[in-house]
């Protein structure tokens, strides 16, 4: 079976929520690139008019221009062994795939099976936050990622001394694909749930949250945040750009959090903030 390839240039900010959307419509891996991404979709699945109906809903917002071509079945394996290199988060994290070596030196290593190019640490977002909660104490903590992708975040939680770390998303195969980390770099989530956080009825308060979205997720559910996060807790917020930290920042201050960090990467915002208010 043939592939559809699209190559899709956007406004930054929307390359991670046009990615989301297209998961919907068969498109089953995808590449970032400097200008936005490449998709890829079974060709027997493939809709034209739906893709194009997608684009026209956000034309008003971003500015989207695309080329599509059909090439013959990748082994995406290889693909990712071409193009996925390790990162690294300063001196303290690796972040490797299966297929290469360790590297001595770092303090923590983390092994991600690269599915889709996405959470990996390459992305901006994902990258600054890593860093972040190298600076925030997570011993004994319980830890709770929304939206966590591969699962990155929340496993990096571990490697940092948290007693607990759990994941939701609302994509299947991101929990698929969280629970295969979790085991590669041999660990155990407290669950990992697919849903939104407002479906998933959790009780349970958390001494730290993560979100790693985008602005209006994050800003709808800021409550949710709230009412998850102990006192005292600390919460990190990324996927939103820097033109939107106001915003963000009106939201939480809402909320009783009090920004103690942010840091900027090619626009990209992330953040840490502690609550201070019941």
Same mark, same amino acid.
């Given at each position: 079976? +043939?592939?559809?390839?699209?190559? $899709?240039?956007?406004?930054?900010?929307?390359?991670? @929520? &046009?990615?989301?959307?297209?998961?919907? =419509?068969?498109?089953?891996?995808?590449?970032?690139?400097?200008?936005?991404?490449?998709?890829?979709?079974p060709e027997?699945?493939?809709?034209?008019?739906?893709?194009?109906?997608?684009?026209?809903?956000?034309?008003?917002?971003?500015r989207i221009w695309y080329e599509l071509k059909k090439i013959a079945k990748v082994n995406w394996n290889e693909e990712w062994e071409k193009n996925y290199d390790p990162i690294e988060v300063g001196d303290k994290i690796y972040v490797r795939a299966t297929f290469h070596e360790s590297k001595p030196g770092f303090e923590h290593e983390i092994i991600i099976n690269p599915q889709m190019s996405f959470g990996t640490g390459h992305h901006e977002t994902t990258h600054q936050l890593l860093a972040l909660q190298?600076?925030? +104490?997570?011993?004994?903590?319980? $830890?709770?990622?929304?939206?966590?992708?591969?699962? @990155? &975040?929340?496993?990096?939680?571990?490697? =940092?001394?948290?007693?607990?770390?759990?994941?939701?998303?609302?994509?299947?195969?991101?929990?698929?694909?969280?629970?295969?980390?979790?085991?590669l770099n041999?660990?155990?989530?407290?669950?990992?749930?697919?849903?939104?956080?407002?479906?998933l009825n959790i009780k349970k308060q958390y001494d730290i949250v993560i979100a790693n979205i985008n602005t209006n997720v994050l800003l709808s559910e800021m409550s949710y945040y709230d009412k998850i996060l102990k006192t005292g807790g600390h919460i990190f917020l990324s996927g939103f750009y820097e033109g939107d930290?106001?915003?963000?920042?009106?939201?939480?201050?809402?909320?009783?959090?009090?920004?103690?960090?942010?840091?900027?990467?090619?626009?990209?915002?992330?953040?840490?903030?502690?609550?201070?208010?019941?």
């Open positions: 079976m +043939d592939y559809i390839q699209i190559t $899709v240039n956007c406004d930054p900010p929307f390359r991670d @929520i &046009l990615i989301a959307e297209m998961g919907e =419509l068969a498109f089953d891996s995808f590449v970032e690139t400097e200008t936005g991404f490449e998709a890829y979709a027997d699945d493939f809709s034209h008019p739906a893709l194009q109906t997608l684009f026209n809903n956000y034309r008003k917002q971003t190298t600076e925030i +104490d997570h011993k004994n903590k319980e $830890v709770i990622d929304i939206g966590s992708g591969t699962g @990155i &975040l929340a496993i990096m939680a571990l490697k =940092l001394g948290a007693a607990s770390a759990a994941a939701t998303d609302i994509d299947d195969w991101c929990i698929e694909n969280t629970l295969e980390n979790f085991q041999d660990l155990k989530p407290e669950f990992a749930k697919q849903g939104v956080i407002a479906e930290k106001t915003q963000i920042l009106d939201a939480t201050s809402q909320h009783g959090f009090k920004e103690l960090k942010a840091t900027v990467k090619r626009g990209w915002v992330a953040m840490v903030l502690e609550k201070v208010e019941a």
